[in-house]
């Protein structure tokens, strides 16, 4: 049921959304897939499929194991290029109406930069994602375990183009707030908070890894604690917005991440297996805003309360 | 062939939705066939297209898994409404759906794919390896003119002949048969230890069943184990006879967004690349896949 008292939009950095319900980079394909199956122009803001300064290949097959409550994969950033994507795919995408937050990934600073400068104006384009944190190809996920090269990512993209821009980081590091408090003063306009946690999957019958790539990135249900967690250790320590990302699959899920201190959610591995969800999770959000006493989302964002019991 | 990011057979005629079990039966060792109501699936689904099934509200097992379709159920005063899928019992998703009694709930999505292309054969040669068997009963009924599928239903040339070789591991594999016998397909079956049809392998049936029809135009479509497609494309090639196979890749979605199921696929400059099975597939031409 809808609340018309209830405003949803959010505030992220300088990246404005309708509403808080984004959907995850690498779980929506290139958004077209979905035109039958999910009404895009009601999202929030829309993820591509990473791209890279170069086409990519990506990682040999099985790609994907699924594993309890989750998904490993190991994909390797499949994708043809950052000039296929501006001549093929932005055009359908800046029609659709939510915010295109496209996410790309350097093998070195200066191929973010660049990337950056290119993307820089184009008609559609809204905010840049920086995934320096895919666990499945090298060079990447360097920059996003180690504060400085972290925050010199992030300074580098902010001096190329005026875009709004996320980090978005990995959990696969000793401590995430550093991380996030270097990427804040590189000056991100906001943090993504998770990419997927490095797992395995083994077939002791036969000694084999399940994956193609052995390693790959843990998703779905099953990170989700490890994601709360991340959200409210850095929500207490850094003061820009934060986006809420792993195993989110319902409205509790979501509200769950913005009580913990994210103002927007994507929904990532869930559309999977449930190709509606990010707008059933959209239909049922001014509600259950409205039982926390909430007018608009900020009301309920880091509300947590760990002082009294 | 259209390039990696965009294809003509993504999901815009699929539903989503909670679907009910009218029936799920045993056919076969470890084979089963469940009943689903759905008519917005029944009324789309052409030969060779998917749905993905899971179980509600599950998160373990977490993921849909395809299936194809097996055939449509169809009456005068509803029309299509519902559809078989037939299944063998591999792993825990499929375990517990063999466990589930008329009246469960199932989510679905679909139809997915590309199906198989309606192309002219005057003798169609069906050639499956054990559970591969699945998308051909709705291409046999359809090239024999018996039914049409599809919303509008597709126009597609009719054979004057076709033949389905089937393989399985044995006798108790084997599953419909009878369904193919009763639409008019001359059925022939190979078992690996002999205990039904041929002692051989089934791409061995290729050749006499090629030969016998002629100066024919013909089709070899093919689904099955890996190897298996793959001597039935070298086969199909030495005989001269246009081949499709259907490619069995494991999925996370079904519908093209999470690029897992890629298989290496050959452009038209002969290099390949990885391509998704579930919306480019999972049919392709047998010389463009590089098994």
Known sequence: ???????????????????????????????????????????????????????????????????????????????????????????????????????????????????????????????????????????????????????????????????????????????????????????????????????????WRHRKPRLGNVLGGLSGPAIKPIALRAVYQVARAVDIPLIGIGGIASIDDTMEFLVAGATAVQIGTASFYRPGVSIEILDALPDALTQLGATRVADVVGTLDVETK | MTDKQSSPTYADQAWQGVTTIVENVQLARDTYRVRLRCPEIAQAVVPGQFVMLRLPGSNDPLLGRPLAVYDVLADKADGAWGIDVVYLVVGQMTGRLAGLAAGSLLEAWGPLGN?????????????????????????????????????????????????????????????????????????????????????????????????QSGPAVRRIVCCGPEAMMEATAAEARRLGVPCQVSLETPMACGIGICFSCVARIRDASGNWDYRRTCVEGPVFDADDVVF
């Not at chain 2, 002949?161 to 108790?172: E, H, L, M, P």
Request: charged share 20%; aromatic share 4%; hydrophobic share 45%.
């Open chain 1, 1 to 203: 049921m809808s609340t018309p008292a209830v405003s949803l939009e959010v505030q992220l950095g300088r990246l404005r959304l309708a509403n808080p319900i984004m959907v995850a980079s690498g779980t929506f394909g290139y958004a077209r897939e979905m035109a039958g199956l999910v009404d895009l122009a009601r999202l929030g803001g829309i993820l591509p499929k990473t791209i890279t300064q170069e086409p990519r290949q990506g990682n040999p097959p099985p790609r994907t194991v699924e594993t309890t409550a989750g998904l490993l994969n190991s994909i390797g950033l499949d994708n043809d290029g950052i000039e296929a994507f501006i001549e093929r795919l932005l055009p359908y995408l800046a029609g659709l109406g939510p915010a295109i937050v496209v996410s790309i990934a350097g093998r070195t600073a200066d191929e973010f930069t660049q990337m950056a400068a290119r993307l820089d104006g184009l008609p559609g384009v809204a905010a840049l994602e920086l995934n320096i944190s895919c666990p499945n190809v090298s060079g990447g996920v360097d920059f996003g375990v180690n504060p400085t090269s972290c925050c010199g990512v992030v300074e580098g993209v902010r001096r190329a183009c005026s875009l709004p821009v996320l980090a978005k980081l990995t959990p696969n590091v000793t401590d995430i707030v550093s991380v996030a408090k270097a990427a804040a003063d590189g000056g991100a306009d906001a943090i993504s908070l998770i990419n997927t946690c490095l797992g395995m999957a083994v077939d």
């Open chain 2, 115 to 211: 199906g198989f292309p309606p192309l002219p054969a005057e003798h169609l040669i069906l050639v499956a390896g054990g559970i591969g068997q699945t998308p051909f009963l709705m291409l046999a009924e359809e090239a024999l003119g018996r039914r049409r599928f599809g919303n509008p239903p597709r126009k597609t040339p009719l054979a004057d002949r076709v033949t389905f070789c089937y393989g399985a591991r044995s006798k108790d594999y084997l599953a419909g048969v009878e369904d193919f016998q009763r639409a008019g397909v001359d059925v022939r079956l190979a078992t690996d230890d002999g205990s039904a049809g041929h002692h051989s392998l089934v791409t061995e049936l290729i050749a006499p069943a090629v030969e």
